[in-house]
């Protein structure tokens, strides 16, 4: 993954254009990393570089990536790069495609999947990018959200759309159940619980209503069913019937 | 939207369990309200509230938001909520669903729309939440990140699950192309300048091999038609044209 002359990352890299404050920078670099980018370049970082302020609030990221970039143009910048995004937060009056970040997301892995190396510019606090700086870019990035209160500082803005990309990098499936040692019952020991349950039930009483029985016993089943216990589960739930049967019995 | 004793909002509550530094809670308050959460609830807030720092942190929203509610217990705070979702960075050894940020995101709304109250609980900073606090939600959120750097400061974490709610709230078309305050250029326009280009091409010798002409003329129709220009920038390139035609002609 090390950068040399002859390489590209195949991952975007991100720009910052005129960035002020140390902390942002380092606050970028955290929530890069977060994200698994690893490319990090300024243009005419306002308090210079390297930045004590960077390197303490970027909780180690900073060291963990290769050596951050600084340029004194944008233009030299991206002067290696194919497709250009920029993050902007307000509507511009340019001709070119606004997309959202999660679009954008998916779009940059078919940009590196083509072949492109990318990057992804972001303005300088408060100000963002100016418009001259946008028309560098190829595609705008808005991240849609709460249009009465939007403004999103420099890191939050970074994490946000590298979160995007890199959902299509850390994929995780968007439902699971870890179980542990333990392993989902088998349905004969669900079932034998079960009936079990039925017959304490029947003998303690709790069925007052005999045509009634079914439909609550059913609702019953349905209830453990939908909790899907481990054998585990069933041996503990085995225990708290033996108990309370145990307790009706001496009291 | 003002919460009454009787009545819960219809998006999920955010509640931070021991959160400690204030500018954390200011963070969290931001980063709720960019996504269009506006209903916080805190348990035992380590150094008090309300705090001038998170206020500070806030940017505005905590001002823009009802007041932050505050709780002894995390049992207290939850009591009127239906379904709790816990955010968690690590495994846990307890059989419960395990989902993404992005489909808790969706799976909140369904549980809205179903009528139910939800809360999504956060731990403190560094250690998280206790087993005994997650035991008490039903649903377990994991944001997938970069495994070898995954640690997320409170306000991002809080983000990201927010912003993931979000996008079903503030929809946006995901690529569109703004066009100020020009059309795109009706076909007549845009063949008429491709139409007289191709004649000057043709007059000021461009197409040397003429079997090549037809080709070539298309892949330059193909260029122009892939920028989908305006009518103004149509009549821009044609003043390109006329600028260039007349260099040529003066020298």
């Known amino acids: 993954m090390d950068r040399t002359e002859n390489s590209f990352p195949s991952q975007p890299v991100i720009i910052l254009v005129n960035p002020q404050m140390g902390e942002n920078i380092g606050a970028t670099a955290r929530a890069m990393l977060n ?6 370049r300024l243009v005419n970082p306002r308090d210079g570089w390297p930045s004590e302020k960077a390197d303490a609030m970027s909780a180690g990221a900073l060291n963990a990536m290769p050596p951050v970039q600084v340029f004194d143009s944008l233009e030299d910048a991206i002067a290696d790069c194919h497709t250009v995004y920029a993050t902007t937060a307000r509507a511009r009056d340019l001709v070119k495609p606004v997309m959202t970040a999660r679009s954008a997301g998916t ?17 300088a606090e ?20 709460n249009p009465d209160f ?7 803005s970074v994490l946000l759309v590298s979160y995007e990309w890199s959902q299509g990098v850390f ?11 333990s392993n989902p019952a088998p349905a004969t020991l669900f079932n034998g619980f079960f009936d079990r349950l039925d017959t304490e039930l029947l003998a303690t009483g709790f ?28 041996n503990t739930l085995h225990g708290i019937v033996t108990s309370l049967l145990t307790g009706r019995t001496q009291k």
């Open 35 to 40: 994200c698994g980018l690893r490319y990090l």
């Open 107 to 123: 779009a940059m892995h078919q940009d590196i999947h083509d072949g492109q190396k990318i990057a992804i510019l972001f303005g």
């Open 126 to 145: 408060r100000a963002g990018l100016s418009n001259d700086e946008v028309m560098m870019a190829h595609k705008l990035i808005t991240i849609p959200l």
């Open 150 to 156: 939007s403004s999103l500082n420099l890191g939050q």
């Open 171 to 181: 994929n995780a499936p968007e439902i699971t159940t870890p179980l542990g040692k």
């Open 207 to 234: 069925y007052r209503v005999p045509e009634m029985k079914d439909i609550i016993s059913r609702n019953i089943r349905s209830l453990f069913s939908r909790a899907h216990p481990t054998d585990q589960e069933i």
